[in-house]
């Protein structure tokens, strides 16, 4: 009941965007860990494949808590959206920015630009009937990796999209802070630069795969 | 010096409204951006034309009252600057600019460049109060209140309602406003007994006049003319969330006592 009460007002569903989104950092920051052994070779990343197979219901329950945690971000994004689209019905015949970031101010272009690339990247390194299996039936990762960024559509694609995942993370992760009330004129700033180069690491270390794969794997 | 102004005119709340272009050959850069309109409209009303609408009262920036969007930026290009202590020297001969009023849905605008504000009043209704008792001032010193904490309440406090953070943001959201009237009771001392409940109250009122939520992007501390940081957003943010998870229902026990 309380917690309904507080999803109603903006502030609650401001705080589940940034539990939400705190949650899905976090995925993001493993997500690269795990990527990056693609440069300990063909054994090494296949072994770590299936060793998170070998998880099982432990992999299952992190599936369905992104799963949910994608799905609250979405949803309050979209109300929240909705309201602020509400509360402004007529436009400026001119409006200048004084104080905001481009990233800040496209949200809601880099958020949605996420969840299609999501689906792509699930189709196209997860799930898709393309993909190579090794006899036990487990993803040969790096051969697919491989397969896969060989096509220039597909890493410039990826490419693009870790852009956006950038902008996205570059106000995001400081924005948590905001949103659940930590805020200070000593912490803040720090957070605010740690925040960009967090990101900008995510999206060098994410793109450097593709751009391996075009350079060296031909 | 030669200044072109593009001035929303509408003649009431009901009517669409349109920019017309006026063009001011001789103001002087002495003149306040409040007294070239002024000039405007001795201008108009002599040629029997309607004078442009526009709100003010102190004129000397802290009664919040002259809010005007001059080329997209609430109160115009000077920071930390209400529209009446802007003067005219900032600007270049020559220079054409787009005057309109605030637009909100919670801010319907009355007629030309005036809105109306009332929204705010019922956000300081909902709890904007302390309750204390009447009678004789006690000693300014009676309560100990920390520095930081008296500075910070302060700062809060410096905001006129103007309602230029609900202007600029593309949200139309009023969380600058309320953080502010919110956080100058809530760091006092005098303010704790209220500090759930005010918080709660205010931020619901908030939601209620549907002004937006916040996106943390930062244009209302831009253009806030008492320059209030967003920092009293989170603190807002805190309270709330705070008063809503340590919300208990009434104690039931010892009714009747005595
Ligand atoms: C990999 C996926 C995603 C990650 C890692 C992510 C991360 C974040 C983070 C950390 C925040 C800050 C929360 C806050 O302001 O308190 C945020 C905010 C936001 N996200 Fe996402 N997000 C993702 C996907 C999406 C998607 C698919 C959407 C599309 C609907 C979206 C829309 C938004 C919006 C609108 C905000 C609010 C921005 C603001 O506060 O200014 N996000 N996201
Ligand atoms: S007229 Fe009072 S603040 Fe400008």
Request: charged share 15%; proline share 6%; hydrophobic share 45%.
């Amino acid at each position: 009941m309380r917690v309904a009460r507080l999803y109603d007002s903006t502030v609650g569903k401001k705080a589940v965007m940034a539990a939400t989104g705190v949650l899905l950092f976090g995925f993001v920051i493993t997500h690269l860990l795990g990527n990056l052994q693609f440069y300990l070779g063909p054994e090494a990343l296949n072994a770590y494949g299936r060793n998170l197979r070998h998880l099982g219901a432990l992999l299952w329950a992190a599936r369905l808590g992104l799963l949910a945690a994608v799905l609250l971000h979405i949803s309050a994004a979209v109300q929240l959206w909705r309201l602020n689209k509400q509360a402004r019905p007529s436009h400026y015949e001119k409006l200048t920015a004084a104080g905001s970031s481009y990233a800040s101010r496209t949200m809601m272009w880099s958020g949605p630009i996420l969840a299609l690339f999501i689906g792509y990247h699930l189709y196209h390194l997860t799930l898709g009937a393309h993909l190579l299996h090794d006899a036990d039936g487990f993803p040969l990762v790096y051969q697919n990796v491989v397969a896969g960024f060989s096509d220039p559509l597909a890493s410039g694609l990826y490419i693009v999209a870790m852009s956006f995942l950038g902008m996205h993370l570059m106000h995001g992760i400081w924005s948590m802070f905001q949103s659940i009330g930590w805020n200070h004129p000593k912490y803040t700033p720090l957070i605010k630069r740690i925040a960009v180069l967090t990101a900008a690491l995510i999206v060098a270390g994410n793109i450097s795969i593709p751009v391996a794969v075009l350079l060296f794997h031909q | 010096m030669k200044i072109i102004l593009n001035i929303w005119r509408q003649k009431n709340p009901s009517s669409p409204g349109k920019l017309v272009r006026y063009v001011l050959p001789s103001v002087s850069e002495h003149m306040s951006f409040l007294e070239m309109l002024d000039v405007l409209n001795e201008d108009l009303m002599q040629k029997g034309d309607d004078p442009v609408t526009f709100e003010h009262d102190c004129r000397e920036g802290i009664c919040g009252s002259c809010g005007i969007m001059i080329d997209g930026v609430a109160h115009g290009p000077l920071p930390g600057t209400t529209v009446c202590q802007l003067h005219m020297r900032h600007f270049k001969d020559g220079d054409e600019l787009v005057l309109e009023p605030w637009r909100a849905k919670a801010f319907p605008v009355l007629k030309d460049l005036m809105v109306d504000r009332s929204a705010f009043d019922r956000i300081i209704q909902a709890g904007g109060y302390i309750s204390v008792n009447t009678g004789s001032a006690p000693d300014a010193n009676a309560i100990p209140v920390p520095k930081p904490d008296a500075e910070r309440a302060m700062d809060a406090a410096a905001c006129i309602g103007c309602g230029a953070c609900v202007a600029a943001c593309p949200n139309a959201s009023a969380s600058l406003f309320t953080a502010a009237k919110v956080s100058h009771l809530g760091l006092l001392p005098q303010g704790q007994p209220e500090r759930p409940q005010r918080v709660i109250s205010m931020v619901n009122s908030m939601n209620a006049e549907l002004f937006g939520s916040c996106t943390n992007i930062g244009e209302c501390e831009a253009v806030c003319p008492k320059r209030i940081p967003i920092e009293t957003i989170a603190l807002m943010h805190r309270d709330y969330l705070k008063a809503c998870w340590s919300f208990r229902p009434e104690s039931t026990a010892s009714q009747g006592a005595g």
